[in-house]
């Protein structure tokens, strides 16, 4: 678990995007439990976003909307990131499998044929 300086570091590399996917789910993991950092996020979005809105002139004018979306799309690339990670562990349990059977038929034929004796 992440400290609340720690996660306070990550606030703009949040914002940028720029978090890896075990970063991103420490720090989503860590805006959830500590009220006090995710009003320190609150404030930096809004401030950050704002400033970005005003330099485009585009805006969005519900900006903590904006920040729920954020988050909730960050939760989904924490979540599809674990899936992923599960469906390789799964592939590759299978491929072990494979090759481990592969072989057990192979040297059974070898004993058949007489190489093994």
């Known amino acids: ?10 606030v703009m590399p949040y914002i940028d995007e720029q978090l890896s996917e075990k970063g ?11 009220d006090s950092c995710k009003e320190e996020l609150e404030i930096y979005y809004t401030v950050y976003v704002g400033l970005r809105q005003l330099d485009l002139g585009t805006g969005v004018y519900d900006i903590a909307g904006a920040l729920e979306d954020s988050l909730d799309l960050a939760w989904l690339k924490v979540r599809a990131a674990r899936l992923r ?13 494979g090759v481990f059977t592969t072989l057990i038929l192979q040297v059974r034929i070898w004993l058949q044929a007489g190489w093994l004796r």
Do not use: G, N, P, S
């Not at 990670?85 to 499998?97: G, H, I, P, Q, S």
């Open 1 to 10: 678990m992440l400290t609340c300086r720690e996660a306070e570091k990550m």
């Open 24 to 34: 991103l789910d420490e720090f989503l993991a860590h805006i959830q439990a500590c």
């Open 85 to 97: 990670k599960v469906a390789l562990y799964a592939v590759e349990a299978l491929c072990a499998t």
